[in-house]
């Protein structure tokens, strides 16, 4: 079967660190995008990798390990507005066609 | 850049009815997708369409159905609606260049009553 595995929720307070986890069982693999949706809105996308290693971007990071089918998401220096559901999505082949995980919630507390 | 636009916001239906959902891709972009969000729950791919022919589907059964057309907008269809149909129905437009990068809009929020 397919799946990806991530965390339900995570809850921390302003100005902390958070890792959310993600680890994926797909029949095949390109690459692992990260989108943020917060409550009624829109999925948008976050971060994309396709090859091992850490990716930056301000202050949220990406970081995947092929051999492991594992990846996670990193927010950093945590604000109200990052509170929000996160989401892995494995995308199997070129083409843009994503498998996306269940979500993570992150709650951020003053 | 004008963005994804999905309309209706929300609409109501009973079982058994059919709906359309439409959606107007991003400027620029050539591929729209389809995907269905049940509450609390992650987008289920349902298909993609890609210079107006279906390029991929998701575990969805033949009454989910779609269109592109030639300025890329798209229609998503469902016949025969069921309960369990009930769900935010999202559009993604994306660029064969940007991999992993999907531009989403809003939403088309269904109740099947």
């Known amino acids: 079967g397919q799946s990806l595995e991530q965390p339900s929720e995570v809850t921390a307070v302003e100005g902390a660190i958070v890792q959310i986890n993600c680890t994926y069982q797909?029949?095949?693999?390109?690459?692992l995008s990260w989108y943020q949706q917060h409550d009624g809105g829109a999925p948008t996308f976050l971060s994309y990798?396709?090859?091992?290693g850490l990716e930056e971007t301000g202050r949220f990071s990406s970081f995947l390990s092929r051999s492991d089918s594992y990846g996670y998401l990193l927010l950093q220096e945590l604000q109200m507005k990052d509170s929000a559901s996160y989401f892995c999505?494995?995308?199997?082949?070129?083409?843009?066609?994503?498998?996306f995980g269940g979500g993570t919630r992150v709650l951020v507390k003053p | 850049e004008t963005g994804v636009t999905q309309s209706p916001t929300h609409l109501i239906k009973t079982r058994g009815q059919q709906v359309t959902l439409r959606c107007s891709s991003q400027?620029?972009?050539?591929?729209v997708s389809w995907y269905q969000q049940a509450l609390g729950q992650g987008p289920q791919f349902i298909f993609q369409?890609?210079?107006?022919?279906?390029?991929g589907r998701g575990n969805f059964p033949p009454r989910f159905s779609g269109l592109q057309f030639p300025n890329y907008s798209s229609e998503l269809n469902v016949n025969a609606l069921e309960l369990d149909d009930s769900a935010l129905y999202l559009c993604?437009?994306?660029?064969?260049?940007?991999?992993?990068?999907?531009?989403f809009g809003e939403g088309s929020r269904l109740t099947v009553l």
């Open positions: 993604a437009s994306s660029s064969q260049g940007l991999a992993g990068e999907l531009f």
């Open positions: 369409y890609y210079r107006e022919e279906e390029n």
């Open positions: 797909t029949s095949g693999f390109y690459g």
């Open positions: 999505a494995v995308e199997k082949a070129a083409g843009n066609k994503l498998t």
């Open positions: 400027s620029g972009h050539n591929t």
């Open positions: 990798n396709a090859l091992d």
